[in-house]
Nanobody, 127 residues
Framework: QVHLVESGGGLVQAGGSLRLSCAAS????????MGWFRQAPGKEREFVAA????????YYTDSVKVRFTISRDNAKNTVYLQMNSLKPEDTAVYYC????????????????????WGQGTQVTVSS
C-alpha cells in the first residue's frame, strides 16, 4: 500500500509562486511514476504534470508549460511541483498520484493509469 501526503498549498496573489510537495510511504518510491492533477470547483479532475521513475521524462499540460516544473527526490520519497506565475485559473485542489508497476520511462496523463492518490492540497490564486 502506498500512502501519499500533499503539502504546500495556500493562498497567493496572481503572479506569485508556490511549491507543492508530495511525500510517499510504502513500497518503492523510486519505481513509481508520479503525477500531479488538479480539480477546480464544479470541474473534473485534470492532469497537470507527470514524471518518470528517474525524473528523466516529464510531461505537462499545455496551460502550465513553462510556468510549472515537476521534480522528484527519490532519496526523500518526495515529488514536487514548483508553480510560478500563478493565475486565478490555477485555483484548485491539487492531488499527487502514483503509477506503480510501470516501465522506467513511462508516464501518463490519464487518471485511470494511476493507482494511488493523496488527499489533496488547496491552492487559491487571488486576482
Amino acid at each position: 500500500q502506498v500512502h501519499l501526503v500533499e503539502s504546500g498549498g495556500g493562498l497567493v496573489q496572481a503572479g506569485g509562486s508556490l511549491r507543492l510537495s508530495c511525500a510517499a510511504s510504502g513500497g518503492t518510491f523510486s519505481r513509481y511514476a508520479m503525477g500531479w492533477f488538479r480539480q477546480a470547483p464544479g470541474k473534473e479532475r485534470e492532469f497537470v504534470a507527470a514524471i518518470s521513475w528517474s525524473g528523466g521524462s516529464t510531461y505537462y499540460t499545455d496551460s502550465v508549460k513553462v510556468r510549472f516544473t515537476i521534480s522528484r527526490d527519490n532519496a526523500k520519497n518526495t515529488v514536487y511541483l514548483q508553480m510560478n506565475s500563478l493565475k486565478p485559473e490555477d485555483t484548485a485542489v491539487y492531488y499527487c498520484a502514483a503509477g506503480v508497476g510501470v516501465a522506467s520511462g513511462e508516464i501518463s496523463a490519464r487518471r485511470t493509469w494511476y493507482s494511488y492518490w493523496g488527499q489533496g492540497t488547496q491552492v487559491t490564486v487571488s486576482s
